[in-house]
């Protein structure tokens, strides 16, 4: 005849103080770090929305696409008297 199955939790280890503290503080820590990488992700989607508005009304007004003028390169004082 075979036995009935055990009910859950009937053998199981009843953890010691040491552990439990462990445990207690891998919690902390675990609660502690999720919350600063949801704090992050929050901030790192709510600055990406900002960049593409910002983009996009760039890209929009006329002076986006007008080139910038980039200066030539200047002669030292000396060198400039030289040339007629």
Known sequence: MRN???PEGVFKPKPTSIESR???TTKAARAIIDSEAME???KTERLRAERLALEA???ASPEASKPVARRGRTRSPAKAAKKP
């Open 57 to 59: 009304k760039r890209a």
């Open 22 to 24: 462990h445990d207690a």
């Open 40 to 42: 992050r992700e929050t």
């Open 4 to 6: 009935p199955p055990l």
